[in-house]
T-cell receptor
């Protein structure tokens, strides 16, 4: 079972460059989200989606765009990378409330991004 | 959003039980108590969750105080693989769009000594 797959695992960018972090899940989960984790910190929510075609902002959305054209995929775009976006990014998925095993988030292994 | 308080770090010896505490004095009636752990260089991993009653699964047990203002994650026999950061999180039953604003604090870093 693949679960939540993130690519790339590592990326180095120069300030001002753009890139897309990919996230795919094969569990048919409606809910997907992106978090970032800075050294010694907990995870902070960037953007989330409750289904295909629906996205919304989390706690720290500035500098990031998302789209959700399919249930499986939820890419995160950095339009103009800044050193402050150096972080580890995690994608997660889950079932909506009221379904079996409600509450469990499944996370990818993370994408480590460095912006020089 | 309701917050949780955990010790920054704890140590345990291998094959001994570990009790990881969490305080959540402002918990609401619809908040579930969730525990996740994050092994080094990996994404967080679900451990267990509960509402009012104590819960057991293959990974751990969750003991919830009667007034629900605190809880304890119990690892019955710590192994070296259990060394991780453990997060105690409150998640509203009706978590809706933002997944209940799942707020990850800094968690408790558990070290396991052989």
């Amino acid at each position: 079972n693949a679960g939540v797959t993130q690519t790339p695992k590592f990326q180095v960018l120069k300030t001002g460059q753009s890139m897309t972090l990919q996230c795919a899940q094969d569990m048919n989960h409606e809910y997907m989200s992106w978090y970032r984790q800075d050294p010694g910190m907990g995870l902070r929510l960037i953007h989330y989606s409750v289904g295909a075609g629906i996205t919304d902002q989390g706690e720290v959305p500035n500098g990031y765009n998302v789209s959700r054209s399919t249930t499986e995929d939820f890419p995160l775009r950095l339009l103009s990378a800044a050193p402050s976006q150096t972080s580890v990014y995690f994608c997660a998925s889950s079932r909506p409330p009221g379904t079996a095993n409600t509450g469990e988030l499944f996370f990818g292994e993370g994408s480590r991004l460095t912006v020089l | 959003d309701a917050k949780t308080t955990q010790p920054n770090s704890m140590e345990s010896n291998e094959e001994e039980p570990v009790h990881l505490p969490c305080n959540h004095s402002t918990i609401s009636g619809t908040d579930y108590i969730h525990w996740y752990r994050q092994l080094p260089s990996q994404g967080p991993e679900y451990v267990i969750h509960g509402l009012t009653s104590n819960v057991n699964n293959r990974m751990a047990s969750l003991a919830i105080a009667e007034d629900r203002k605190s809880s304890t994650l119990i690892l019955h026999r710590a192994t070296l693989r259990d060394a991780a950061v453990y997060y105690c999180i409150l998640r509203d039953l009706n978590y809706g769009g933002s997944q209940g604003n799942l707020i990850f604090g800094k968690g408790t870093k558990l070290s396991v000594k052989p």
